[in-house]
Structure formats: C-alpha cells, structure tokens
C-alpha cells in the first residue's frame, strides 16, 4: 500500500477505537497520505487505549531504510518483527486506499475502501525511539496480506483490514498469534468497493476530495463490480 485516506473527524475515530486525543491537528483530513507523514494511530495504554501521532515508516536504529509495509508472512521469520507485533502492534485509522493498474501506457489509480463503516482499522505496528537531538520519533508501518479477488487484479498484496470484534485482541498481546494464523480478505468481498479515480492521486502535492471522486470504470478492469 503506497497511499490511503484519512477524512474521518476525532469523534469518529476515538467512537470506532475506543481511543482518546487531544491532538486536534492530526484530524483535518488527508486525502493522498505518503510515506513519512505524521498521522494517528490506535495503541495501547494501560487498561485503555490512545490516539497518538506517528509517523509512516518504521524507523529502526540498526535499519539504513524505513519500513513502510510489512508482509505478514515475514513475522514468522523473523524474530525481533514477531516481538515488536507482541510489544507494539497498533491499528491504522484510514477512510480508503488506493492501488494503481498497471497499463500498456501510465498505471491508473483506483480507491478502495469498506462500504459498512466510516473508518476502517488497519492492523500495523509502531517503534519510538529518541533522536541526537532528544526528540522522541513514533514510527510505524501497514501489515499487508496476499489480495482478495477484487484487489487482485490491481496487484497481490492488500492491507490487513481488522474487524472490529478483532481490535482488543491486536492490541493486547494476541497479534503473533493472529499472523501465525494467517488473514484473510475474502470474508470482506461483499463489503468492499473499488472505483477508478482521478489520476491527480499520482502526484502527492495533490490533496484534495477531488481524489476519491469516481470516474466511469475501465472496460479493462477485470475485477468484481463494485456496489
């Protein structure tokens, strides 16, 4: 996943997870979300659960490059993934996502998103760590799985999409657990839309509710029709 929306106001994000901010600023809504901005995320804290800033791209002291996604096959391989998933999972508030067709010509951009709910849970995990200069740095990356049958056909991977009953387990120490077992997304088909939107989505100075408009669907999309 390259790119997601966030236009969710805070009193829908914290009804949906349960969280609470006062970080008004993270809320005005982002329509072309890139790698390395700051955007809230959904963690524990003690016995409840809190909005918090962070940034896209995990970022590890040892590691030269940011992690932006992360299969979940990979937590199986490798240990320190599996124990941030234990200590450091947090869900990723988003509106929609986009993933791009690719073409004979220029790849064309399409959105996606859960029709049953305002915001959809993403399942991540997040890493803080403090910079030369003091700074505290809370950093995180999507968790993607193989695609469902209308993500397909834009590409093989997708992001695993939690459902709401799964919230409490991801944050409270059960996420190895939940990636051993593997996710699915085609318990979601009949939930999902996709649509073709405008390609002003491909240059990221673009943000704007003109991105996730709908253009006519291409002839050569071969996925499932959308809703």
Same mark, same amino acid.
């Given at each position: 996943?390259?790119?997601?929306?966030?236009?969710?106001?805070?009193?829908?994000?914290?009804?949906?997870?349960?969280?609470?901010?006062?970080?008004?600023?993270?809320?005005?809504?982002?329509?072309?979300?890139?790698?390395?901005?700051?955007?809230?995320? $959904?963690?524990?804290?003690?016995?409840?659960?809190? $909005?918090?800033?962070?940034?896209?791209?995990?970022?590890?002291?040892?590691?030269?490059?940011?992690?932006?996604?992360?299969?979940?096959?990979?937590?199986?391989?490798?240990?320190?993934?599996?124990?941030?998933?234990?200590?450091?999972?947090?869900?990723?508030? $988003?509106?929609?996502?986009?993933?791009?067709?690719?073409?004979?010509?220029?790849?064309?951009?399409?959105?996606?998103?859960?029709?049953?709910?305002?915001?959809?849970?993403?399942?991540?995990?997040?890493?803080?760590?403090?910079?030369?200069?003091?700074?505290?740095?809370?950093?995180?990356?999507?968790?993607?799985?193989?695609?469902?049958?209308?993500?397909?056909?834009?590409?093989?991977?997708?992001?695993?999409?939690?459902?709401?009953?799964?919230?409490?387990?991801?944050?409270?120490?059960?996420?190895?657990?939940?990636?051993?077992?593997?996710?699915?997304?085609?318990?979601?088909?009949?939930?999902?839309?996709?649509?073709?939107?405008?390609?002003?989505?491909?240059?990221?100075?673009?943000?704007?509710?003109?991105?996730?408009?709908?253009?006519?669907?291409?002839?050569?999309?071969?996925?499932?029709?959308?809703?």
């Amino acid at each position: 996943m390259k790119r997601y929306v966030l236009e969710a106001d805070k009193f829908i994000i914290e009804e949906a997870f349960g969280g609470q901010t006062d970080a008004e600023s993270l809320f005005n809504p982002n329509y072309n979300v890139i790698p390395g901005n700051t955007m809230p995320i $959904v963690v524990k804290d003690g016995d409840s659960r809190a $909005v918090v800033s962070s940034v896209w791209g995990l970022k590890q002291e040892e590691a030269d490059d940011d992690f932006f996604e992360i299969g979940q096959e990979e937590f199986a391989e490798n240990k320190n993934l599996k124990q941030l998933a234990k200590t450091s999972p947090c869900i990723i508030p $988003v509106s929609g996502f986009y993933k791009w067709k690719e073409t004979v010509d220029d790849p064309l951009p399409f959105y996606l998103r859960v029709l049953t709910t305002e915001v959809t849970g993403l399942a991540g995990i997040c890493t803080s760590f403090e910079q030369e200069d003091g700074r505290l740095i809370h950093s995180f990356a999507v968790i993607t799985m193989p695609a469902n049958a209308l993500v397909e056909p834009l590409d093989d991977r997708m992001p695993v999409i939690l459902e709401e009953k799964d919230y409490g387990r991801w944050l409270n120490g059960n996420a190895p657990e939940m990636l051993e077992n593997g996710f699915s997304g085609n318990h979601l088909l009949p939930d999902m839309s996709v649509f073709r939107v405008p390609e002003l989505v491909n240059d990221p100075s673009n943000n704007s509710k003109e991105l996730v408009q709908p253009i006519p669907k291409l002839r050569n999309y071969d996925g499932p029709e959308d809703d």
